[in-house]
């Protein structure tokens, strides 16, 4: 098993910047690939971005492509998402996730999960 912490949300305005962090346990990261998925109150998590093992392959929802850019440092056992371009739509709790093979965007294929961090941007 892995796991995972999120960390690097808060409240930032619109047009803004943020960059989370997903911090894993266990010395077998790079046996995962890695997403990103946010969830808004009264909506369905949502897919936001994945990494492929060594990160070469990326993966983004239509909603955040050209703003938000996820990355990973297999070194230090953590993956970032990079969040440029805030809009107000993108405020929710923010989760990663790991997944022995590759489960694209659905959540309920990915093992293993954080326990999220707010993201919340005002207007």
């Known amino acids: 098993q892995v796991q995972l912490v999120e960390s690097g949300g808060g409240l930032v305005q619109a047009r803004g910047s943020l960059r989370l962090s997903c911090a894993a346990s266990?010395?077998?990261?790079?046996?995962?690939?890695m997403g990103w998925f946010r969830q808004a109150p009264g909506e369905e998590r949502e897919f936001v971005a994945g990494?492929?093992?060594?990160?070469?392959?990326?993966y983004y929802a239509d909603s955040v492509k050209g703003r938000f850019t996820i990355a990973r440092d297999n070194a230090k056992n953590t993956v970032y998402l990079q969040m440029n371009s805030l809009k107000p739509e993108d405020t929710a709790v923010y989760y990663c996730?790991?997944?022995?093979?590759?489960?694209?965007?659905?959540?309920?294929?990915?093992?293993?999960w954080g326990q999220g961090t707010q993201v919340t941007v005002s207007s």
């Open positions: 996730a790991a997944s022995t093979y590759y489960s694209g965007s659905v959540a309920g294929r990915y093992d293993y």
């Open positions: 266990g010395r077998t990261f790079s046996s995962y690939v």
């Open positions: 990494i492929t093992w060594r990160g070469g392959t990326t």
